[in-house]
């Protein structure tokens, strides 16, 4: 099956800092999402971004479908960006409503 | 509009008894799937439902069932309960097909 790879497994930076989290898929997706696990583990949404680049206020990320690889930017980190990082990719047909999730970033922010 | 609802948010079980989850999706949502989380596997797909349908279905043993009525609230059942068992149940939410799927908070299973 595909394989999801998310590189750092753990990151920590100063608050103000910038960072960037990385997802690789070994075949072709028809869905792409990042989350952030907050600490009573609900997953919140970040991007749907099966291709192109998108922005939200301090993120903002970029998948390249035919490299097989997206990446999350986080600039002027908070603590309140704290949290666990996954990523999520979801084949075709046959697969429909399965995200697959990688291992995840942990990241901590430190004031 | 409400997001996906998840009920109870906490149960704690003994080895061999059976448990509910309920899942409730955002308004108009058809599709639910469910997904495990445990510290050693991480987040696992369970099974999607769509119009009271199994559509897909994880490698879980079949202890682990679901359903969907036709308001598209969802039920995940796991009979003769394992200690692996416990885990972080969460069920996600869409509304067509490869479109964002939107979490409910869980429920967290401990069994003793």
Redesign the interface.
């Known amino acids: 099956g595909i394989q999801v790879e998310q590189s750092p497994p753990d990151l920590i930076l100063q608050e103000g800092a910038n960072s960037t989290l990385r997802c690789n898929f070994s075949d072709s997706v028809?869905?792409l999402?990042w989350?952030h696990q907050n600490p009573?583990?609900?997953?919140?949404?970040l991007f749907?971004i099966?291709s192109g680049t998108k922005q939200n206020g301090r993120l903002s990320a970029t998948t390249v479908a035919t490299e097989r690889y997206s990446l999350l930017y986080i600039s002027s980190s908070q603590t309140t960006d704290s949290g666990v990082y996954?990523c999520?990719v979801?084949r075709g047909s046959?697969?429909?409503?399965?995200?697959?999730?990688g291992?995840?970033t942990t990241l901590q922010v430190k004031p | 509009k409400a997001g996906v609802t998840q009920t109870p948010r906490y149960l704690i079980k003994t080895r061999g008894q059976q448990v509910t989850l309920s899942c409730s999706p955002i308004s108009g949502h058809r599709?639910v799937?469910w997904?495990q989380?445990t510290p050693g596997q991480?987040?696992?797909?369970l099974f999607?439902y769509?119009s009271e349908t199994q559509?897909?279905k994880?490698n879980f043993p079949g202890r682990f069932s679901g359903r969907q009525f036709s308001n598209s609230r969802s039920e995940m059942n796991v009979s003769t309960l394992e200690l692996g068992d416990s885990a972080?149940y969460?069920c996600?939410s869409?509304g067509r097909?490869?479109?964002?799927?939107?979490?409910?908070?869980?429920t967290?299973l401990l069994v003793l």
């Open positions: 028809n869905n999402q989350f009573w583990g609900q997953l919140i949404n749907y099966p996954f999520a979801e046959g697969n429909t409503g399965k995200l697959i999730f291992q995840g | 599709s799937s997904y989380q991480g987040l696992q797909f999607e769509f559509r897909n994880g972080l969460l996600a869409r097909r490869y479109e964002t799927q939107y979490f409910g908070p869980g967290r």
